[in-house]
């Protein structure tokens, strides 16, 4: 049952943001069967069993994830059109400098878009320290000790996502674990410093986390999301042997496995299966279509006309990855969306014709929306999809990659064969399994098969940096102004170093205009 709105009008405004952020990332939601955003039902009221009084607190950080310059295109940019894998895509004048400078570099200090992400994973981090205040501090709240561990583990899961984002894409950055609201006049702390601050945050989220949520909790940190992402920041650190255990506490876990075809991992009814480690949750109906949502899917879309103005037609796979899929791959299909060219249709996954004269001859088939749920929203933004942050493919590649690097290749070609048996299928005639032993060819292989397997899923770019190979890799490509010393970071936004008065200091190399 519904509890009524004037009951809800009746509580302090605190209760009405629970209501909100329950519906948003508590609620399974089904494909074509959503609960209307805001409001309690007998489940939510005040808070859930099983859940927490922090919650307020806790689904702020959760929305946070969801915002536009954590998810949306700051992040789309800084992690796949900087790469080989994707170009800008749209029309050659949208988006201006800052889009075409995230394209072929360099980065300004004056980009908007580095500014963005320096703003939005700041807040994200801020929230999650607000997380920790209140358990530490709010008296008025009474709950048990494993409820104030739960929801700071939950915080601590995020904050250490946010701090593993920034660290990567900015290198020195202000170490903030109270509530501040701002990044300014805090002085930015090494890589070496912060790496043993996130490793902290998820070795606790880990071992705070419920190994799975109730239904009604889809989408909230679990486990398996703790140590997966643990093992991530293990290999960023080459720290062979930490990634492998982290990794493998993620298999061993019993939640997840690869029983989702890869053709229905990235539609709207592939979210939340247990080829899941972890979501961003979005949502969206006829009455709220985009409030609960995430702009991901809209700046990615088919940039057209009339009902084929699905978006901006941003990030679009470029001709390099076309080439690296082997023959009879059928992960290319699901990855690359092409458009109709004279004499030779373009069919979307659903059976739909493009139409000729498109901006771009193909574009990310990832996020390519179900038209049964644009008519049900009345929208065609795509702002329900989910943005998949951690797959278990992705889980089982880092742990191939680590045991290859330690010397245990019989371990990294038992995992790697999963995840092409995967995508195999039953055709025998494709993508033969890897028998080679030899460390550096394996390297390679291993390699291949992470770009082929997470292609346009924000993996590409940082891969190339942590392997020591993008300037060669993006030379190659044609983006010829990359250089290594000044373009695997991203510089400190001019605007932060303004706002601090010279406390934040700029990233070596990094142009001052």
Not at 59 to 86: E, H, K, Q
Not at 275 to 283: C, D, G, L, N, P
Not at 378 to 389: D, I, L
């Amino acid at each position: 049952m519904k509890i009524s709105g004037n009951i809800q009008k009746n509580y302090p405004a605190v209760f009405m943001l629970i209501a909100v952020v329950t519906a948003l990332a508590a609620c399974k939601k089904g494909f074509l069967d959503r609960d209307p955003q805001g409001r309690y039902t007998s489940d939510t009221y005040p808070y859930p069993q099983g859940s927490s009084p922090f919650d307020q607190y806790v689904f702020a950080a959760y929305g946070a994830l969801r915002s536009y310059n954590v998810s949306a295109t700051p992040f789309i940019a800084a992690v796949s059109i900087r790469s080989d894998d994707a170009d800008k895509g749209s029309t050659p004048g949208d988006g201006g400098a800052d889009a075409q400078d995230m394209d072929n570099f360099p980065v300004s200090p004056s980009n908007g878009m580095a500014n963005g992400l320096w703003t939005g994973y700041f807040d994200l981090i801020n929230k999650c320290n607000i997380v920790m205040d209140q358990v530490a501090n709010n008296e008025e709240i009474t709950a048990s000790d494993e409820i104030k561990r739960q929801s700071l583990a939950e915080a601590r899961f995020i904050r250490a996502y946010g701090y593993f984002m920034l660290v990567r894409l900015f290198g020195r950055v202000p170490l903030i674990d109270t509530v501040t609201g701002t990044s300014a006049n805090i002085p930015q702390s090494a890589p070496g410093v912060i790496y043993p601050f996130i490793e902290k945050d998820l070795q606790y989220a880990a071992a705070n986390l419920p190994l799975s949520w109730d239904a009604r909790f889809v989408g909230r940190a679990t486990q398996g999301a703790a140590n997966g992402l643990l093992a991530k920041v293990y290999l960023t650190e080459k720290k062979w042997g930490m990634a492998m255990d982290a990794a493998d506490l993620v298999i061993q876990s019993g939640q997840y496995d690869l029983s989702t075809p890869y053709d229905r991992i990235f539609g709207e009814d592939g979210e939340n299966t247990r080829e899941s480690v972890f979501e961003i949750q979005a949502t969206a109906d006829a009455t709220t279509p985009t409030d609960y949502g995430i702009q991901y899917a809209s700046v990615q879309g088919v940039r057209g006309t009339g009902s084929w103005d699905l978006g901006w037609g941003w990030n679009t796979p470029s001709t390099r990855l076309l080439y690296a899929y082997e023959d009879g791959d059928p992960r290319e299909a699901r990855t690359v969306l092409f458009t109709s060219t004279p004499g030779h249709p373009g069919l979307t996954i659903y059976g739909e014709v493009t139409p000729l004269g498109l901006p771009n001859p193909r574009y990310n088939n990832k996020v390519y929306t179900n038209p049964a749920m644009r008519n049900e929203v009345g929208n065609r933004g795509g702002y329900w999809m989910n943005v998949r942050v951690l797959r278990y493919a992705d889980v089982l590649l880092m742990y191939a990659e680590a045991a290859n690097e330690a010397g245990n290749t019989a371990a990294a070609l038992e995992k790697l064969e999963m995840v092409r048996a995967r995508a195999r299928g039953d055709d025998a005639n494709i993508l033969p399994e890897i028998t080679t032993t030899d460390q550096h060819q394996l390297r390679q292989i291993i390699r291949h098969e992470r770009r082929v397997e997470l292609a346009m899923e924000h993996e590409r770019f940082f891969d190339l940096v942590r392997w020591g190979v993008a300037a060669d890799t993006l030379h190659a490509a044609g983006k010829n102004n990359f250089s290594g010393s000044r373009d695997n970071l991203l510089p400190v936004p001019q605007a932060q170093i303004d706002l601090s008065k010279g406390e934040l200091t700029q990233n070596p190399e990094t142009r001052t205009s």
